[in-house]
């Protein structure tokens, strides 16, 4: 089984500010990782996705996320946030052989001008 | 690009009525899900669905729900009798499958709001 945990359920950030938005697994397998975006009124959006190879991940829309097997985490970044990265934001594992999507519970990230 | 759809985007429905939410996956996908979103709260897997057949279901899934493949095409969840707390947002989502020179993303639809009044 596995569960997430994303650390902060709203961050407020400025316009071209950085921003990190942190999540954390347990899994008792190995595990696929993945980065959502949910628009307001829209579905579920991939940002991006970590299978194996190189820690650092990078997505669309100038998103990265490392994954980070000692400390169990797969933070996603962005150097530089604009008004239109308004939106909610899902980490989410699975296993590495079949299984579901086991989503955290969301982060609302806020980009004010 | 190829997408999920799903419809109808909105539906209001009494409670212990029927409803039957409809999603098109991406024609060559061979897995298809059902997840919810309660209002403030995680998404939550519902059911996976692969070669007619149920192939993982979560204790949320009970004998109120049931999923269906009629033609092909259309993958549908239907929920038999409606109660206050089934009114969520219904993601599906499909996927090619699950050997590793496969994507793993799903993707997923926009979404059916379902109210329970």
């Known amino acids: 089984a596995q569960s997430v945990t994303q650390l902060d359920s709203q961050v407020p950030v400025f316009e071209e500010a950085p921003v990190e938005l942190r999540c954390n697994y347990s899994s008792s397998v190995s595990v696929y990782l993945f980065w959502y975006v949910q628009y307001p009124n829209q579905g579920l959006q991939l940002l991006l996705k970590y299978l194996s190879g190189s820690t650092l991940v990078k997505g669309i829309n100038g998103f990265e996320a490392e994954f980070n097997k000692s400390q169990t985490s797969f933070h996603l970044r962005k150097p530089s946030v604009h008004i239109s990265d308004t939106a909610e934001y899902f980490c989410?594992?699975?296993?590495?052989?079949?299984?579901?999507?086991?989503f955290g519970q969301g982060t609302i990230l806020t980009v004010h001008p | 690009e190829p997408e999920v759809t799903q419809t109808p985007s909105h539906q209001v429905t009494q409670m212990g009525q029927e409803v039957i939410l409809r999603c098109v996956p991406i024609s060559n996908h061979l897995y298809f899900y059902w997840y919810r979103q309660i209002l403030g709260q995680k998404v939550e897997f519902l059911v996976s669905?692969?070669?007619?057949?149920?192939?993982?279901k979560s204790e949320i899934f009970d004998d109120q729900f049931s999923v269906e493949r009629p033609d092909g095409s259309n993958f549908t969840l239907k929920i038999r009798s409606t109660k206050l707390e089934d009114s969520a947002m219904y993601f599906c989502?499909?996927?090619?499958?699950?050997?590793?020179?496969?994507?793993?993303?799903?993707?997923f639809g926009s979404g059916t709001r379902l109210t329970v009044v």
């Open positions: 989410a594992v699975r296993g590495t052989s079949y299984g579901k999507l086991t």
């Open positions: 989502a499909s996927s090619e499958g699950v050997r590793q020179d496969l994507t793993y993303g799903y993707t």
């Open positions: 669905f692969y070669n007619n057949e149920i192939s993982e």
